[in-house]
């Protein structure tokens, strides 16, 4: 038989489910905070309402339906392990500038860590793994990365000590056609421009004679680029070489000069 | 300190349960995904919201608010806020169902008549108020509300049963 309170354990009902207007919803929650018999029927309606949402985990993510995706977890975990350390981070300064804060600390309600609990048994290790392989993948991109960032730090600083030395007002400059040979300290370079590039299948290289020596000894092979200019420093300690020539020879290098020098220059 | 690991237990708990809700209600499992992960970074990053009570029922419905914003907003990229703490309450009977099995809960609403379980997946999934259920269908406002509380009511039962089966 239907009672005059009938009307409103309908709105409760619907109010379960969400399905009320907002205005309304103002309505029944503030009828509910007064009548307890209106409570009862939510707290018993509530379940099921929930249950309706297992119905959806039970379509959609069933054998026929689609799975979620293992990267999803990684993706969240991955962010929540970053502000994890973050948060640890900036705990330890806090600590350490405000003692009194540091008795303070932020924590996750016991309750959602009871939550927790529910969840342990259904822990997988999959998803550690594939974090794991993601976890490798990075260091050894990050080590790559690191790598050519020390090769072009070291390229910089060399190119910084080249252009120095050719700039030097005390350097040892030595002229040939289209250029110089540039000493300084220690240090020996070609500088040359207009240089044309040489024949398909063959570089220019350096040849150095050493103090006391009878005959050149090979030094770098190199290219002029495009404009026709190059920069090359030579390995040989300037100290040690009396003179520098400049040849075209097969791609690779020669061991003795193949072609007559197009520059030879005594460093005296 | 947050616990990364009680989370992740959570994550595996939970995660089903909110990536289903959200595909119900988007039909997309993009934008699904999103839902999910919105759900739990806020969570981790705003643990107070949930103020206790059965947690199930919380997430539940924050999957759902947030799922039906973005069916609301047709933008897929929406941010939009959680709601405020939303205390659920807690009983025995309410854990036990809160740990069904999926495949129960659906032959319990499959049992429902089609009159009472049509009005409760709108409301529920579609975010459809009781009065544009009634527009849609030409069913009387009051006929919609009561269907809605008895089927609800015969999932209750019928739940009931199978907990304690």
């Known amino acids: 038989m239907m009672n005059s309170h009938d009307p409103f354990l309908d709105d409760v009902a619907v109010y379960a489910l969400g399905a009320l ?11 509910l905070r007064g009548c307890a018999e209106c409570r009862a029927e939510y707290a018993l309606l509530n379940p099921a309402v929930t249950a309706v949402a297992y119905d959806a985990e039970a379509c959609k993510t069933g054998e026929n339906g689609p799975q979620v995706s293992s990267l999803l977890k990684a993706r969240i975990m991955r962010e929540v392990r970053a502000s994890a350390s973050s948060t640890t981070r900036a705990a330890e300064s806090a600590r350490t500038a405000d003692p009194a804060r540091a008795r303070r600390p932020i924590v996750w309600p016991a309750y959602l860590v009871a939550a927790a609990c529910f969840a342990f048994a259904l822990i997988s290790t999959t998803s550690n793994i594939l974090l794991m392989g993601e976890l490798r993948q ?11 960032v020390d090769a072009t730090a070291r390229r910089l600083a060399n190119e910084h000590v080249m252009l120095a030395d050719l700039m030097s007002t005390d350097a040892k400059r030595y002229a040939t056609n289209d250029g110089e040979i540039v000493a300084h300290g220690d240090r020996l370079y070609i500088a040359m421009h207009d240089m044309p590039m040489p024949p398909r299948g063959k570089v220019y290289q350096a040849w150095t004679m050493p103090k006391g020596g009878k005959a050149v000894v090979p030094s770098v092979t190199f290219m002029p680029d495009r404009q026709g200019v190059a920069m090359v420093a ?27 020098p197009i520059a030879v220059v005594p460093l005296n | 300190m947050r616990d990364a690991a009680a989370f992740e237990a959570l994550y595996d708990g939970f995660h089903r349960l909110v990536y289903g809700v959200a595909l119900r209600i988007l039909n997309e499992t993009g934008a699904a995904e999103d839902v999910t992960q919105s759900v739990f970074l806020k969570l981790w990053s705003s643990p107070g919201l949930f103020q206790g009570g059965n947690f199930a029922a919380w997430i539940v419905r924050v999957t759902r608010n947030r799922s039906l914003d973005i069916v609301r907003s047709k933008a897929f990229n929406t941010d939009s806020e959680l709601p405020e703490g939303l205390t659920e309450s807690q009983g025995l009977e309410e854990i036990a169902l809160a740990h069904l099995e999926a495949s129960r809960v659906r032959a319990a609403l499959a049992q429902l008549p089609e009159d009472q379980r049509k009005p409760i997946e709108m ?16 069913v009387p406002l009051g006929t919609i509300k009561t269907r809605i509380r008895s089927g609800l009511h015969k999932l209750r039962m019928v739940l009931d049963g199978a907990v304690t089966a």
């Open chain 1, 21 to 31: 207007p907002p205005a309304e919803e103002g309505r029944v929650r503030a009828h």
């Open chain 1, 138 to 148: 990075t260091q050894t991109q990050l080590a790559t990365t690191q790598d050519r």
């Open chain 1, 234 to 260: 030579l390995p040989e300690n300037a100290s040690a070489v009396t003179m520098v020539a400049v040849s075209v020879e097969p791609d690779g290098g020669s061991k003795a000069p193949t072609s007559k």
């Open chain 2, 123 to 138: 409301g529920f999934f579609e975010g459809v108020t009781h009065e544009e259920m009634a527009r849609r269908t030409g």
